[in-house]
Every structure is written in C-alpha cells, then in structure tokens.
C-alpha cells in the first residue's frame, strides 16, 4: 500500500534554531500534501497545504514565515520551523492526498528547549 | 463549513465487550467519511472509510462502521474488544481527492481486564 516516510520522528533543537521536517511518498506521487500539528491530548489542527510546484495555503492563524513549506517535487514536502521557541513544541503529521483517501506520515516530535 | 463531534472524550469497556465510538458530521455535499486510530506517540492508520455504496463498511482489526445519512453518524463498531484496542480513535470528513480532512476530538479508548 502507499507510505508516507516521515523523517526526523524526533528532534530536540534549542530556542532560536531552525528544524526542517520530511515528508516523502514512497510509492506514489503526492500532488497534495497537509501538514498537521497536534497538541497533547488533543487532535489534528490542520497548518497547510501543499501543492506541488506551488505556494501552500496557510490556515488562519498559521505564520506563514514561522512554519515554512515546500513541496518542489511529487514526492517530497518539507516544513521547516524557523526561529522555534519552546510553544513550538507539539507533533507535527503530515498527509498525502490520494484519490481514494489519504496517508499519513508516523508523525515527528519536536521539543524545543 | 464542515465539522466532526466526537462526543464520548474517554471510553472504558472490559476486554471481549462490545464498543460503539460516536461520530457526528456536518458537510454540505456527500461526505468522505474515515476513522483512524492512534496509539501514543504514533501517526495515524486507517481504520476504514466509506465514500458510497454500501452503509455499512468493513475495516481492519474487526471494526466495521454505519454511514447514517439522516442522521448525520458514521459510528465505528467492534463486537468484541481487546486489550491492544487501547488508543485514541479520531472520525475525520472530507471530500474527493485532495481537499482537507477535518477531525474530530478524537476518542480515548481504554480496555479494562
């Protein structure tokens, strides 16, 4: 079946560094992909949309120059989190859209110190 | 604009009963409906989904779901539960190919001995 690969799972950086986070399709090709944040005990808070070759669409509320996304091929998005500060902290999914559903990465846990 | 209710924010049942998980949506055409699962720490795997057709859907792990249109309810069923059931289940809507998922509050399934 199709895989999201989601790389790092985990990361520690300290306040003021920047964190890029992976997304890849395996074995398909993403046009559309969503990066979702997550807070503990809580459910996915949906940040953007990617579109390969284009801008994402940021959801209300979302720094677009904070959380920055790129998806310049059909098989890789990346976010990057820039300037992080430790309320950045959360779990960060990402999600590929395909035609009969979705896929979603195993997620990557960001703590800022 | 679309919206899912999880009402039951925690569950607890005794291994080998029976659960029922709630989902109420609002969408304005014919919903995607899905139900995930997530164990701590991990991304999300599907469970099931219903896009038309037949309303009762079958999923893995013996779950199977109802897609009641009058009443707005896609509930997630399991005959018999066990002890690595224990998660929290999310009820996501969302529409054909590459529009944005919306989550519920997710549910917290806890299994007692």
């Known amino acids: 079946g199709a895989v999201v690969s989601q790389h790092p799972s985990r990361v520690i950086c300290k306040s003021g560094t920047s964190v890029k986070i992976e997304c890849r399709s395996l074995?398909?090709?993403?046009?559309?992909m969503f990066w979702y944040r997550q807070f503990p005990k809580k459910s996915l808070m949906l940040m953007a949309t990617?579109?390969?070759?284009?801008?994402?669409?940021?959801e209300q509320g979302v720094e677009k120059d904070k959380f920055l996304i790129n998806h310049a091929s059909l098989t890789l998005s990346t976010l990057t989190v820039t300037s992080a500060h430790p309320e950045d902290s959360s779990f960060y999914i990402c999600?590929?859209?395909?035609?009969?559903?979705?896929?979603f990465g195993s997620g990557t846990r960001l703590t800022v110190v | 604009a679309q919206s899912v209710t999880q009402p039951d924010i925690h569950i607890t049942v005794s291994e080998g009963a029976s659960l029922e998980l709630r989902c109420n949506y609002s969408?304005?055409?014919?919903?995607?409906l899905f139900w995930y699962v997530q164990s701590p720490g991990q991304g999300l795997q599907l469970l099931l989904k219903?896009?038309?057709?037949?309303?009762l859907v079958q999923g893995i792990k013996g779950f199977e779901a109802e897609f009641k249109r009058s009443q707005s309810s896609f509930n997630l069923r399991k005959p018999s539960v066990h002890w690595s059931d224990a998660a929290e289940y999310f009820c996501?809507?969302?529409?054909?190919?590459?529009?944005?998922?919306?989550f519920g509050t997710g549910t917290r399934l806890t299994i007692i001995p």
């Open positions: 074995d398909f090709q993403a046009t559309t």
């Open positions: 999600s590929a859209a395909q035609q009969l559903g979705y896929t």
């Open positions: 996501a809507v969302g529409a054909r190919g590459n529009e944005k998922l919306t």
């Open positions: 969408y304005g055409a014919t919903p995607y």
């Open positions: 219903y896009f038309s057709g037949d309303t």
């Open positions: 990617s579109n390969e070759g284009s801008k994402a669409t940021y």
